[in-house]
């Protein structure tokens, strides 16, 4: 064999080595991507069931109504206790108010329509007891057309009514100097232990259509509290 031939022999077999070499390493690469890709996609896998696992829970409870004593309507005492073994919405509002009172009151008669199970109740907690006396607020109950055996209005001392507002994490804060009187909107749905198990926009109808099948789910929890 010639020198030439010798060369150009040796070529080809370095090139043909080189051909196998890249050949099994794309192999050896192909297969880690693949076992990287199957560890990623069960990292994936496990961030999504935890993430699941983490996602609260539908009405799970928000926290404690607070302990009241306070006056209704018909100038009884309502408590805290009365309203044990009850579902119940409680909103705060004020008789003479001039912005969103109307709308949520109205709602409110909509949400006793819509749900009407009489361990029902609506609260109504007035945030301007010293105009809304119990003579004020049955008056105002039947000209909005509030079932008497559904609603209570409630009234107090002032520093008292605004106490429980507070406790019940629902803003209001009473008028001082030239700030009038204001309120929240939000409405809250309490089960029959008193725990807070949902927050609402009482002038809103898609936020108050889902308050009303919140409320039928809690009203189908087996049993009442002791």
């Known amino acids: 064999m010639g020198r030439n ?3 150009l022999v040796t070529t080809l077999w370095a ?3 080189l051909a196998m070499i890249g050949v099994v390493g794309t192999g050896l690469w192909a297969r880690r991507q693949g076992a990287a890709a199957d560890v990623d996609g069960a990292s994936a896998a496990a961030v999504a069931r935890v993430q699941v696992d983490q996602a609260p829970a539908e009405l799970e409870p928000l926290y404690d109504a607070p302990s009241f004593s306070l006056t209704d309507q018909n100038g009884r005492t309502v408590t805290n206790k009365t309203l ?3 579902v119940w919405v409680a909103m705060v509002f004020f008789t003479n108010c001039p912005g969103v009172c109307p709308m949520m009151v109205s709602r409110m008669t909509e949400l006793q329509k819509a749900v009407t199970s009489p361990d029902a109740k609506v609260v ?4 301007d ?5 119990p003579e004020v607020m049955k008056a105002y109950a039947e000209r909005v057309g509030a079932d008497p055996t559904r609603w209570y209005f409630l009234t107090g001392p002032k520093p008292t009514m605004f106490e429980v507002a507070h406790a019940l994490k629902l803003a ?3 008028a001082q100097d030239n700030k009038p009187l204001t309120h929240t909107n939000k409405a809250l749905l309490i089960d029959r232990a008193g725990h807070v198990r949902g927050v609402y926009d009482a002038t ?3 936020s108050m259509a889902k308050l009303a099948k919140d409320a039928r789910t809690l009203l189908s929890e087996k049993g009442k509290p002791a």
């Open 84 to 86: 044990h073994g009850d």
């Open 124 to 127: 109504a907690f007035s945030v």
């Open 15 to 17: 090139v043909a080595v």
């Open 204 to 206: 809103d109808p898609e």
């Open 129 to 133: 007891p010293e105009r809304d006396t």
């Open 172 to 174: 209001a804060e009473p």
């Open 5 to 7: 031939q010798k060369i």
